[in-house]
Nanobody
């Protein structure tokens, strides 16, 4: 089994930045891509970004608009989501998720995902 733990959420003002981290543990060979998915209150979950386990070609949701960057962290099995120029509409619970679907260096933000973290709250407000 694979375990995922998110960290880095918090309260920021519009235009601010936040750095989220996702660390995988357990059977870390049992995934090929990691994605970030967010959910605002009363809304459906939305894929934000994803990256393959090899650090290949990441994908981003159109709503990100070039403001976010996903990358492999320096620590083993760690993925970082750098969020800049945050907007109130970015508010939500951000989940880290892993996919067992092999697509080589590619990934899709929609998944499918098979392992999920507990989520971390991101609030953008004045």
């Amino acid at each position: 089994q694979l375990q995922l733990v998110e960290s880095g959420g918090g309260l920021v003002q519009p235009g601010g930045s936040l750095r989220l981290s996702c660390t995988a543990s357990g059977y870390t060979s049992d995934y090929y891509a990691i994605g970030w998915i967010r959910q605002a209150p009363g809304k459906e979950r939305e894929g934000v970004s994803c990256i393959s386990s090899s650090g290949g070609r990441p994908n981003y949701a159109d709503s990100v608009g070039g403001r976010f960057t996903i990358s492999r962290g320096n620590a083993k099995d760690t993925v970082v989501l750098q969020m800049n120029s945050l907007k109130p509409e970015d508010t939500g619970v951000y989940y880290c998720a892993a996919s067992r679907t092999y697509r080589g260096p590619y990934c899709t933000i929609e998944g499918p995902y098979h392992y999920w973290g507990q989520g971390t709250q991101v609030t953008v407000s004045s």
